[in-house]
């Protein structure tokens, strides 16, 4: 199979193992995923070694593209500094908003190699991030803060939601939760130019 192929296979295993994944959670196994996309099972082994394989290739997938939004955000010159920042805080790329992500609270136990995956890229790659707070704080918009506790705030959130069910006991989805995380943080931040006059 030419790299053409073993891309576009790759790419459909993987939106068919998101799809799975929101039915059924961590319990989702390779024959769903086969009989989702009316392959064989054998065909995902070519492309995938076991199930753990798979979901680590789903975690640089999501992060990566994360990582593509929040340069598309820096890009935009139509945003000022403080949009961009609860912006990037925020991101989730649209194919993800509707992955039910509350299931992933057992990840740490049953998959400790993927949960460690998933908490060195909420730790890793933070400096466009850093950057334009430091642009935000030069600027005045942003309150003199302490990045790394920002930073650690933030990621703390993120790594409770992947490791208690808190997000399933209180009904609220894992976009909203984020996205009042980030509310939060940026009140925190923001100087509200207003309030000074």
Known sequence: MDDKKVNNLRESILEGTLQVFNQNGLKFTMDDIASLLKISKKTIYTVF?????????????????????????????????????RVILGVLPDRYRDVDFRQLYTLKEKYPKIYRQVELRLETGWEATIALIEQGMREGCIKPVRIPILKMMLEAALEQFFQKDILIQNGVSYQDALDEVVDILMEGITLHREAEA
Do not use: H
């Open 49 to 85: 070694r076991d199930k753990e394989e798979l979901f680590l290739a789903m975690v640089d997938c999501l992060f990566d593209q994360i990582k593509e939004e929040e340069r598309e955000v820096l890009e935009n010159e139509s945003l000022c500094t403080v949009e961009k920042i």
